[in-house]
């Protein structure tokens, strides 16, 4: 235990010094994670093997003057899937056959990712979700139910709070949720996210890591999979990104998160569809593994003993990427919690 604090030490003071290096933050976060998570990480998850096959034709619809790319199959009321930070529709592929068979199963890339799309944008929060309503309104969804990862949850639950009507459930997953976000300054987050964060953010440090390094793609994205994320795999998840030029936008999004009040707009908001999340009879389902990141079980927890109509359940060991973790138990319990609802 004294060598990894000694470590977790040595880490933070050269990270606070100024040495931009992702392996090095990824360390950092990995051996922060280490003592709630010692069984995860002495041994690889089993087989079954995660697929990284996609076997979805691409779809393509007009937004704003943009095409937004986007996958679907089934008929019925819509299961609409959003992604977040650095990912696409892809990261839904094995968990979406789950539930062909009892809705009208979409996945969409996000303006700037996977193959929508690039414009030149500012590719703040307000310019993602300005995109992903108008894609619902292009669709024509209603009664929608909202599966939301990462950034997806943040613009999925800033939609069901503002069309409360037309959303008919939620699933939600390492989410953008209380009682860690909005966070009320960087000291009230874990030592080691403290860091990242104000690494992420630094106006030369993060674009050094974000844009010349990649690494939300190189270094974050495998670095948070329990498991090790196929070849075949990350080469689709860096497809987008492979000029510096198309990377604009992964650096914007840790900005958006919303610490001590910054940014304004996106903290609202988050406030806003957190304390709707806590009112509304809207049912839920909470999906966590251990030891997660953004949503480990005692956050699950908090959410359990406060929400209305919520169900939590839990689908195995894995960190934030929990699609490429556990696709399987996501879709088993996604699939049996649906056909429940009424």
């Known amino acids: 235990m004294f060598y990894r604090?000694?470590?977790?030490?040595?880490?933070?003071?050269?990270?606070?010094?100024?040495?931009?290096?992702?392996?090095?933050?990824a360390v950092v976060l990995v051996i922060f994670l280490l003592p709630f998570a010692a069984p995860v990480f002495a041994q690889k998850i089993p087989p079954p093997a995660?697929?990284?096959?996609?076997?979805?034709?691409?779809?393509?619809?007009e937004v704003h003057g943009s095409q937004m790319h986007y996958?679907?199959?089934?008929?019925?009321?819509?299961?609409?899937?959003?992604?977040?930070?650095?990912?696409?529709s892809y990261l839904w592929r094995n968990?979406?056959?789950?539930?062909?068979?009892?809705?009208?199963?979409?996945?969409?890339?996000?303006?700037g990712f996977g193959k929508s799309d690039q414009p030149d944008l500012d590719y703040v929060?307000?310019?993602?979700?300005?995109?992903?309503?108008?894609?619902?309104?292009?669709?024509?969804?209603?009664?929608i139910t909202l599966v939301v990862h990462d950034w997806g949850s943040g613009l999925g639950l800033h939609y069901a709070e503002q069309h409360p009507y037309n959303v008919k459930a939620i699933v939600l997953?390492?989410?953008?949720?209380?009682?860690?976000?909005?966070?009320a300054s960087y000291d009230a987050l874990p030592g080691p996210l403290r860091d990242f964060f104000l690494t992420m953010r630094d106006p030369v440090k993060g674009p050094q890591l974000m844009i010349e390094e990649n690494y939300f793609i190189e270094g974050v994205l495998p670095g948070f999979i329990n498991r090790?994320?196929?070849?075949?795999?990350?080469?689709?998840?860096?497809?987008?990104?492979?000029?510096?030029?198309?990377r604009k936008q992964i650096n914007q999004w840790p900005n958006e998160v919303p610490i001590?009040?910054?940014?304004?707009?996106v903290t609202e908001a988050v406030a806003a569809y957190n304390a709707w999340l806590l009112e509304t009879k809207t049912p839920l389902l909470f999906l966590y593994a251990s030891p997660g990141a953004l949503n480990p079980p005692q956050v699950a927890d908090w959410w359990a003993e406060r929400a209305k109509n919520i169900e939590t359940v839990y689908i195995g060991a894995g960190l934030h990427y929990v699609q490429e973790d556990q696709p399987y138990a996501i879709g088993r319990a996604i699939s049996d919690w649906y056909r429940r609802l009424k």
Do not use: C
Request: charge should be negative.
């Open 5 to 25: 604090v000694a470590i977790q030490q040595t880490l933070i003071v050269r990270l606070t010094r100024g040495i931009a290096n992702a392996k090095l933050i």
């Open 260 to 265: 001590g009040g910054s940014p304004a707009d």
């Open 50 to 61: 995660i697929s990284p096959e996609f076997p979805y034709e691409s779809r393509f619809i």
């Open 228 to 246: 090790d994320l196929d070849p075949v795999a990350h080469d689709y998840y860096r497809q987008p990104f492979l000029e510096k030029s198309s």
């Open 71 to 88: 996958v679907e199959k089934g008929e019925g009321d819509p299961i609409l899937f959003l992604h977040g930070q650095p990912t696409s």
């Open 173 to 183: 997953m390492e989410s953008i949720v209380a009682p860690i976000m909005p966070a």
């Open 95 to 111: 968990i979406m056959p789950h539930v062909e068979n009892q809705g009208r199963t979409i996945a969409v890339d996000n303006i």
């Open 125 to 143: 929060f307000a310019d993602h979700y300005r995109y992903i309503e108008g894609f619902i309104e292009a669709l024509g969804l209603s009664n």
